[in-house]
């Protein structure tokens, strides 16, 4: 069995060595050379257009960013400010604990996102 494999192995390579390939007419092939240089040409057009795209789409994205999230020198919401997140865990570790009531749990009077509106951290 692994003779007969051999032989066959043998027999394709010696056919892929010995046997020319069969080329296309002149014509065809001075098509398909003059099709790759006109694609070679607009690829080479075509890289700066994608390499400006992209840092165009860096720019927006940048810009965004600073939209959603503000430096801390910028302007910021009217009655708001910039606070660490330090300030942020003292003030709820300060806060009492909720206290449970049925299922629900009720935070104090004055609960972290109130102190937030309100201006109080």
């Known amino acids: 069995m692994l003779r007969q494999a051999q ?6 390579l010696y056919l892929a060595l010995t046997t020319r390939p069969s ?6 092939q001075n098509r398909v050379v003059f099709r790759i240089k006109e694609l070679t040409e607009l690829v080479r057009e075509v890289r700066p257009l994608r390499q400006k795209a992209t840092e165009d789409a860096e720019r927006l994205w940048q810009s965004v960013l600073s939209e959603i999230f503000p430096r801390p020198s910028a302007e910021f919401y009217t009655g708001w400010r910039w606070i660490q997140l330090e300030e942020v865990a003292e003030a709820i570790i300060e806060q009492p604990a909720p206290s449970q009531i049925g299922n629900s749990f009720k935070l104090s009077e004055k609960s972290i996102l109130d102190c937030a509106f309100l201006g109080d951290l």
Do not use: C, F, N, Q
């Open 7 to 12: 032989l066959k192995h043998k027999r394709e």
């Open 23 to 28: 080329l296309s007419p002149l014509a065809e």
